[in-house]
């Protein structure tokens, strides 16, 4: 996608041959040294080169094409003038200086590039010798150590500490791990453990404390669903989950930075920030003005269940949203300190995928989260994925007496973590999303946005091509078609006949070429992007601001599928990471999309300039209905209606439901 060479380099260049060769032609008349010669052709020829390039790529020059013409002329005539001068008073033509700076300029680019490709060729070719044709799913092949340097734990301390890596909050005093460029504090709690008698409770704020912390370590994931293809598997799990992470730079500014705040992935019933793929540290390197956080939430039965029925559930009324509510005393404690981590609580944007996208949104109508979030981005998550009803939340509260052998609440909060766990992983097909309630949730999310209950909030919404495989990579080949086809049964109870008919005509004409079960998974594909489109629309028409991306690449492996997990890693950075999960970053869109990702943090338009990223043309990210598509590594803003959906009737059914 970026241009080896442009002109702007070749014209900056033309600046450059002058006074290298300027200086060349001085000492040689006047016979200095060779040596002095050499230090002060390179000294002055060096120092016009980037100030020269400062003028070219300056947005004053980029901003408009007459600029740059403009430029490029006046660059031509300065050489030609110039050129006439040595050839006349001196003897000695520019056209040589210049035709070994041209050499210099375009020789390192092509060289980088040619580089840079091979080295792209090897990381795919690496990823292809462990994966295979990718159909035994995620392996991530993490060595003994780097499972132990996980699970350790932070300890408190006694006596002294490093004070330069240490921050004074309400709640605790935290000494993180300073590295050259960032310094890091993770596993800090947020809320009170939910254990004892708090299991199953509302998270309670921790009281104030002087206590000093360390904050070197990740705190331990909630107890979740046990898939093969989850990368934290391995790691500690416990209900003392509440805890979060913080990356800042080490370089300081006066002014308050703007703060990202990560949601994990993960179905409700997996996940947690201690995924490699999901930590800031690379994206704090690259953009230090900002402050990342990311934490953990309750899961599965721990976080997302009705008790209503049960013999003492009227003491937990807030089961079936815990996780959400995790999420809400979350982001309290960033508004309440994240000052002193020289974060800015009143510039937050959410960053969410999967599961962490559908709490974001959410959260977008909940009054109890009113003005913790300005922002927010979410990837492949739509409302529709959580219209659990509390009769589904209830039947799992059922089906978990039933495993347990319980009748009551009482009993249920006596067993130990690792029963209740191993329930749940019995049970993970009936695991619940969070219940549009009514109570904490509005019981329609869609009407709820067109009451305005999410108008000062600005909204990036992606959408993938090919995140079915995705799923299927972390939950296995079995699991995901007993989801898959619960998924499909529960998503046509919304349909009108006609578009059940239409979808029925369109698995039936797939099945000539394919499986049934890849002709559901392409329908299924499509109703996640349609649902995904259909929020853009109500949000949109609402009055709110809504840029749409969507993710056409294809995948490496074509078995693991090409969505949530690529975004992450390309949004963040993490390069190393998204080659465990089967893929390798494209550099050039990564830059371009942290680009925008940072405009959007910081409230800018969303443009980029010609050569704001040097080699990159203009591009404008314009508002819905139109989307920034990411294809075969070329980014484009277009419409993407007929792309989304080969349905005919599906994506205007479900727009027309509002």
Same mark, same amino acid.
Request: charge should be neutral.
């Given at each position: 996608?970026?241009?080896?060479?442009?002109?702007?380099?070749?014209?900056?260049?033309?600046?450059?041959?002058?006074?290298?060769?300027?200086?060349?032609?001085?000492?040689?008349?006047?016979?200095?040294?060779?040596?002095?010669?050499?230090?002060?052709?390179?000294?002055?020829?060096?120092?016009?080169?980037?100030?020269?390039?400062?003028?070219?790529?300056?947005?004053?020059?980029?901003?408009?094409?007459?600029?740059?013409? $403009?430029?490029?002329?006046?660059?031509?005539?300065?050489?030609?003038?110039?050129?006439?001068?040595?050839?006349?008073?001196?003897?000695?033509?520019?056209?040589?200086?210049?035709?070994?700076?041209?050499?210099?300029?375009?020789?390192?680019?092509?060289?980088?590039?040619?580089?840079?490709?091979?080295?792209?060729?090897?990381?795919?070719?690496?990823?292809?010798?462990?994966?295979?044709? /990718?159909?035994?799913?995620?392996?991530? /092949?993490?060595?003994?150590?780097?499972?132990?340097?996980?699970?350790?734990?932070?300890?408190?301390?006694?006596?002294?500490?490093?004070?330069?890596?240490?921050? =004074?909050?309400?709640?605790?005093?935290?000494?993180?791990? =300073?590295?050259?460029?960032?310094?890091?504090?993770?596993?800090?709690?947020?809320?009170?453990?939910?254990?004892? =008698?708090?299991?199953?409770?509302?998270?309670?704020? &921790?009281?104030?404390? +002087?206590?000093?912390?360390?904050?070197?370590?990740?705190?331990?994931?909630?107890?979740?669903?046990?898939?093969?293809?989850?990368?934290?598997?391995?790691?500690?799990?416990?209900?003392?989950?509440?805890?979060?992470?913080?990356?800042?730079?080490?370089?300081?500014?006066?002014?308050?930075?703007?703060?990202?705040?990560?949601?994990?992935?993960? +179905? $409700?019933?997996?996940?947690?920030?201690?995924?490699?793929?999901?930590?800031?540290?690379?994206?704090?390197?690259?953009?230090?003005?900002?402050?990342?956080?990311? $934490?953990?939430?309750?899961?599965?039965?721990?976080?997302?269940?009705?008790?209503?029925?049960?013999?003492? /559930?009227?003491?937990?009324? #807030?089961?079936?949203?815990?996780?959400?509510?995790?999420?809400?005393?979350?982001?309290?404690?960033?508004?309440?300190?994240?000052?002193?981590?020289?974060? #800015?609580?009143?510039?937050?944007?959410?960053?969410?995928?999967?599961?962490?996208?559908?709490?974001?949104? &959410?959260?977008?109508?909940?009054?109890?989260? =009113?003005?913790?979030?300005?922002?927010?981005?979410?990837?492949?998550?739509?409302?529709?994925?959580?219209?659990?009803?509390?009769?589904?939340?209830?039947?799992?509260?059922?089906?978990?007496?039933?495993?347990?052998?319980?009748?009551?609440?009482?009993? &249920?909060?006596?067993?130990?973590?690792?029963?209740?766990?191993?329930?749940?992983?019995?049970?993970?097909?009936?695991?619940?999303?969070?219940?549009?309630?009514?109570?904490?949730?509005?019981?329609?999310?869609?009407?709820?946005?067109?009451?305005?209950?999410?108008?000062?909030?600005?909204?990036?919404?992606?959408?993938?091509?090919?995140? @079915?495989?995705?799923?299927?990579?972390?939950?296995?080949?079995?699991?995901?078609?007993?989801?898959?086809?619960?998924?499909?049964?529960?998503?046509?109870?919304?349909?009108?006949?006609?578009?059940? /008919?239409?979808?029925?005509?369109?698995?039936?004409?797939? @099945?000539?070429?394919?499986?049934?079960?890849?002709?559901?998974?392409?329908?299924?594909?499509?109703?996640?992007?349609?649902?995904?489109?259909?929020?853009?629309?109500?949000?949109?028409?609402?009055?709110?601001?809504?840029?749409?991306?969507?993710? #056409?690449?294809?995948?490496?492996?074509?078995?693991?599928?090409?969505?949530?997990?690529?975004?992450?890693?390309?949004?963040?950075?993490?390069?190393?990471?998204?080659? @465990?999960?089967?893929?390798?970053?494209?550099?050039?869109?990564?830059?371009?999309?942290?680009?925008?990702?940072?405009?959007?943090?910081?409230?800018?338009?969303?443009?980029?300039?010609?050569?704001?990223?040097?080699?990159? +043309?203009?591009?404008?990210?314009?508002?819905?209905?139109?989307?920034?598509?990411?294809?075969?590594?070329?980014?484009?803003?277009?419409?993407?209606?007929?792309?989304?959906?080969?349905?005919?009737?599906?994506?205007?059914?479900?727009?027309?439901?509002?």
């Amino acid at each position: 996608m970026k241009k080896i060479i442009t002109i702007d380099e070749l014209m900056a260049a033309t600046v450059a041959a002058l006074g290298y060769g300027y200086m060349d032609i001085f000492a040689k008349l006047f016979r200095w040294p060779w040596y002095i010669a050499l230090l002060a052709c390179l000294f002055v020829g060096m120092t016009l080169e980037p100030l020269i390039h400062r003028i070219v790529f300056s947005k004053a020059v980029q901003k408009k094409k007459r600029n740059r013409i $403009f430029t490029y002329i006046a660059i031509v005539l300065l050489f030609l003038v110039a050129h006439s001068i040595s050839s006349r008073w001196m003897g000695a033509s520019m056209l040589q200086y210049l035709t070994e700076q041209f050499i210099y300029v375009i020789a390192f680019p092509v060289l980088g590039f040619f580089i840079n490709l091979l080295l792209r060729q090897y990381r795919i070719s690496r990823v292809k010798e462990r994966y295979g044709d /990718g159909s035994r799913g995620y392996i991530y /092949g993490l060595e003994e150590k780097e499972i132990q340097e996980a699970n350790q734990q932070n300890q408190r301390l006694f006596g002294q500490y490093d004070a330069d890596c240490a921050v =004074k909050t309400r709640t605790g005093i935290y000494v993180g791990e =300073k590295d050259l460029e960032f310094l890091s504090y993770l596993g800090i709690p947020y809320a009170k453990p939910p254990v004892g =008698k708090l299991r199953w409770k509302a998270p309670e704020p &921790l009281p104030s404390s +002087d206590t000093v912390w360390e904050a070197r370590h990740f705190g331990a994931s909630a107890i979740q669903v046990q898939h093969k293809g989850v990368i934290l598997t391995e790691h500690r799990q416990s209900e003392d989950c509440l805890t979060l992470n913080i990356t800042v730079s080490t370089k300081q500014t006066e002014a308050r930075k703007p703060v990202l705040v990560l949601f994990h992935n993960g +179905d $409700f019933s997996f996940g947690g920030s201690t995924d490699p793929l999901l930590h800031g540290t690379e994206f704090v390197k690259t953009h230090p003005d900002v402050v990342f956080v990311s $934490f953990n939430y309750r899961l599965g039965i721990f976080g997302f269940i009705d008790f209503s029925e049960v013999p003492g /559930g009227e003491n937990y009324p #807030d089961a079936n949203n815990l996780g959400l509510l995790d999420q809400i005393a979350a982001l309290k404690w960033i508004q309440e300190n994240i000052a002193a981590f020289g974060g #800015d609580p009143d510039r937050v944007t959410v960053l969410g995928f999967e599961s962490g996208a559908v709490s974001i949104s &959410l959260l977008s109508v909940c009054p109890q989260a =009113k003005g913790l979030f300005r922002k927010a981005f979410l990837f492949n998550g739509s409302p529709e994925n959580a219209y659990t009803t509390s009769e589904n939340a209830r039947i799992l509260a059922r089906d978990l007496l039933k495993e347990t052998h319980a009748s009551t609440m009482e009993e &249920l909060c006596q067993m130990s973590s690792e029963t209740l766990k191993e329930a749940a992983q019995k049970l993970w097909l009936n695991l619940c999303a969070p219940s549009c309630d009514n109570r904490l949730i509005p019981a329609d999310i869609y009407r709820a946005w067109q009451n305005g209950a999410a108008s000062d909030i600005e909204f990036i919404i992606g959408i993938p091509r090919n995140e @079915m495989l995705i799923y299927r990579s972390f939950v296995g080949n079995k699991n995901y078609i007993d989801g898959l086809s619960r998924a499909v049964e529960d998503e046509q109870k919304t349909m009108d006949a006609s578009t059940v /008919g239409a979808i029925q005509a369109y698995v039936e004409t797939q @099945m000539a070429s394919c499986t049934e079960l890849e002709a559901t998974s392409r329908l299924a594909e499509q109703w996640l992007a349609a649902n995904l489109y259909r929020s853009a629309a109500v949000l949109a028409e609402r009055g709110n601001k809504v840029h749409l991306l969507y993710w #056409d690449e294809k995948p490496i492996i074509e078995n693991l599928g090409a969505g949530s997990t690529d975004v992450a890693a390309t949004l963040l950075g993490n390069s190393e990471t998204l080659q @465990m999960y089967g893929s390798v970053i494209n550099a050039d869109v990564s830059e371009v999309l942290q680009a925008f990702l940072v405009k959007f943090i910081n409230g800018e338009s969303l443009k980029l300039i010609h050569n704001e990223i040097k080699g990159i +043309d203009s591009i404008h990210w314009k508002a819905f209905p139109r989307a920034l598509t990411v294809s075969e590594g070329n980014i484009e803003s277009g419409r993407i209606e007929k792309k989304i959906s080969r349905i005919p009737g599906l994506l205007d059914c479900l727009v027309k439901k509002n």
